[in-house]
């Protein structure tokens, strides 16, 4: 709590002394014209990735106009301030979903760019089709968030804690493929979260079905980390509600010699009830 408040202080400081100057850059603020641009989707990885991409945004996008373009366009126009750009990036060993604003600052690099939100949709080296599966709620996370951010200051500097925060797990039915478990959950561990009646752990095509089906009340885990874990990378929890597929829960964590990735029964304990 002290360091959500801490958080929301700095970014109220930093308003009022932007303010001051007359120079107002706050992120809120720099959102303000995102619907009034056009969005950009680069075409950029693997032919799977794109063709997915490519139908997902057709069907989820709704809150701007949108063009696809290449990657060799996106570098002609990424310095115009009339688009965001909604884009594929690789950052240790994982696939990311990127919005960006264009503007001069993109003449050093994507990095240098304006980030509005980034998820993880897959490992580098490939996109899987349980990637495939999960996509269109990476797509419609990115753009909920945009929207959410573009009323908030709070929610701007706040991501994870704006998704943490969307749905109350109580009373829920919760999927979790038995795929996407830890390497470090013990026998005793899978003992525990076997009197949870609110719990299913279940094969990754019964839990990818819930998501598929729309099924009601219903919660489903998902895990993206590097194809070949180790020690220091990262790896992505997400959640989603079943029959909306919004991100409903994001946790980010480094994998240790101990803790590979996946879920943990600090993760899962007691979700649902």
Known sequence: MMKRTASLFL??????????????STRKYR????????????????EVLCSALQQEVVNVWTSTTFEFCSLEQFERIK?????????PVESEGLMLLTLVKGGAQAQ??????????????????????????????????????TLAAMESEKTAYLMSAWFNTRTKFKGKEVYVAQEDLSSAMTEKDLQKLAKN??????????????????????????????????????????FFEADTHRLCRIGK?????????????SDLAGLGR
């Not at 310095?79 to 884009?87: A, N, P, Q, R, V």
């Not at 490939?126 to 909920?144: E, K």
């Open 108 to 145: 050093k690099g994507i990095s240098d760019m304006h980030e509005v939100i980034t998820l993880p949709i897959s490992s580098a080296l490939g996109t899987s089709s349980r990637d495939l599966v999960y996509l269109g709620g990476i797509v419609q996370a990115i753009q909920d968030f």
């Open 79 to 87: 310095t115009s301030e009339e688009y965001y750009f909604l884009i």
């Open 197 to 238: 009646p609110s719990l299913y752990i279940v094969p990754a095509q019964q839990a990818d079905a819930r998501y598929q089906e729309f099924t009601p009340d219903a919660l489903v885990g998902y895990v993206i980390a590097t194809a070949l874990p180790e020690a220091g990378n990262l790896c992505y929890k997400l």
């Open 11 to 24: 970014a109220l400081l930093m308003s009022l002394s932007l303010m001051a100057q007359g120079q107002v």
């Open 253 to 265: 964590e480094k994998i240790t010699e101990k803790r590979g990735e996946g879920f943990l029964l």
């Open 31 to 46: 959102l303000s014209d995102f619907l009034d641009k056009m969005t950009k989707v680069v075409m950029s990885g693997d």
